[in-house]
């Protein structure tokens, strides 16, 4: 692999490096570019370090939010005292990724951030566990998605339209999403905000304009928010199959705001419409939570043994997490 | 046309050195063929084997994800920097428990049981299992190792 190593000290002088060089990629803890660099999908010819920009690492409280700097690592993510205090869910999918000494290395921003990890992607003769074995997929100039011949396994979508099955990679977007956070993106022109889910498109791409950062991860407060996460993967360590988050607001039995969105099963954080419906505005008893999640993927059609397990599996899982947070 | 070249100062076991490295060479490598300490073994080159932990600042990292550049003017600790005139206790307590048997991947057991204790020194069972979740081993069956760990709490 032949590239140059910058180190910006501010994040004007990276922007700065961003438009000077065309082939150039950001990097934060450098676990995923690793990862992508010897699956062969990128082949950048600069590499910009962020971790000479002072400041984008901390979490902060003010009136209105918590805020997560994007070049926090994932255990100071999972450690902190405040996040575990308010909002739970996202230090526990931070617990999920990897494992505790990639977590030491790895940052938010990059887990949000992170390429898809389909294995027919990410085939290469380098990758040890994703061995070029096959056709290249259709991304990676192959004719077809491999999943769409070789058929539904638990590492893919089963539902949202699109051409490709990859699900979105992040474990730390579901918990995000269904707090309602918001992403704060700088550039040379300014910075924007957009919500989280806003970030991620169809297909596997993300919505960063050329040029742009990720620096910052808002959290609106809204009170006596009960929130919390769980995952299914097939070994600790491994990437996640399927995940849920939820973000209740009670009052008393009653809910007055229900936020559940799911991972693995979609190209962005699945919004699980259907349940949260049944469970604004009602009195909540544990017998409703189990009628409930019944409504989960419902309009889904189960096309082979993956797919069931998977829709089985969800509804277990938002079940178990639905009890625990009431 | 070769490719360019950086000064990159490492201190590593408490010597300060500095080597000149591409942009793509590994903090793996650099230590065990520049520096000779070959107790940081290569095994995945995925960050996930834990064969190649070494201690970056304190933190237990895995040095195949570490690009040398990227590790200029940090302090690493690798096993040959653990024992002095005696061995350390945790390396003692790895003895006498019998958890090492080919052992590949004691060092990196051993440098990530040393961060732990420092952050934690009384982690409960659970913590020290989550420590330890990526370091594999074929050999043991991973109970001694656990026992040595123990035997460390009081």
Not at chain 1, 34 to 39: D, E, H, I, V, Y
Not at chain 2, 89 to 113: D, E, K, R, S, W
Request: glycine share 8%.
């Amino acid at each position: 692999m032949n590239f140059e190593y910058l180190k910006p000290m501010s994040l004007d002088e990276a922007f700065k490096m961003l438009e000077e060089h065309e082939n150039a990629k950001l990097y934060a803890g450098g676990t995923d570019l690793l990862w992508q660099m010897r699956a062969e999908t990128v082949a950048p010819d600069y590499i910009i370090d962020l971790k000479g920009v002072q400041g984008l690492d901390k979490i902060k409280e003010t009136e209105e939010a918590v805020e997560i700097g994007a070049m926090t690592t994932l255990r100071a993510v999972e450690t902190s005292a405040l996040l575990l205090e308010k909002y739970p869910a996202v230090s526990e999918a931070a617990k999920v990724v990897a494992s505790q000494k990639l977590r030491n290395k790895a940052t938010i921003g990059g887990n949000l951030l992170q390429r898809i990890k389909c294995p027919f992607y990410n085939q290469s003769h380098i990758n040890l566990f994703q061995r070029e074995s096959i056709d290249s997929c259709f991304k990676r100039g192959g004719k077809k998605c491999l999943v769409m011949e070789y058929g539904d396994d638990v590492y893919h979508t089963i539902t949202g339209k699109s051409y490709c099955k990859a699900p979105i990679p992040s474990d730390l977007a579901i918990p995000l999403a269904a707090l309602d956070a918001s992403v704060i993106l700088k550039s040379f022109d300014g910075e924007r905000e957009i919500p989280l889910t806003e970030l991620y498109k169809v297909g596997g791409e993300l919505s960063l304009k050329a040029g742009e950062i990720l620096v910052k991860i808002c959290i609106p407060k809204k009170g006596n928010q009960r929130n919390g996460f769980a995952a299914h993967m097939a070994f600790p360590g491994s990437f996640s199959q399927i995940s849920v988050a939820a973000d209740l607001i009670m009052e008393g039995n009653r809910c007055v705001s229900a936020s559940i969105y799911l991972g693995g099963v979609s190209q962005k954080p699945y919004a699980a419409q259907e349940v949260e419906t049944l469970l604004i505005g009602a009195e909540i008893y544990p017998e409703i939570i189990n009628g409930v999640v019944l409504e989960l993927f419902k309009d889904v059609k189960i096309t082979n043994d993956d797919v069931l397990f998977k829709i089985a599996k969800a509804r277990d899982m938002l079940k178990d997490l639905l009890h625990r947070l009431v | 046309m070769s490719a360019k070249k950086y000064l990159v100062k490492l201190t590593v076991n408490g010597v300060p050195e500095t080597y000149e490295v591409t942009a793509d060479e590994l903090l793996v490598d650099t230590l065990r063929n520049r520096c000779g300490y070959t107790s940081v073994k290569r095994g995945c080159d995925n960050g996930e084997c834990g064969a190649c932990t070494v201690l970056m600042n304190g933190k237990a990292v895995p040095s195949c994800e570490v690009l040398t550049v990227e590790a200029d003017g940090t302090d690493i600790l690798t096993l040959e920097g653990l024992s002095g005139e005696e061995l350390d206790p945790i390396q003692q307590a790895f003895l006498n428990h019998g958890a090492i048997q080919c052992g590949f991947c004691t060092p990196g057991m051993v440098l990530t049981t040393k961060a732990l204790l420092n952050e934690n020194p009384h982690p409960s069972e659970e913590e020290i299992v989550e420590a330890l979740q990526n370091n594999i081993c074929r050999c043991t069956g991973y109970v001694n190792i656990l026992k040595a760990v123990h035997s460390l709490i009081d």
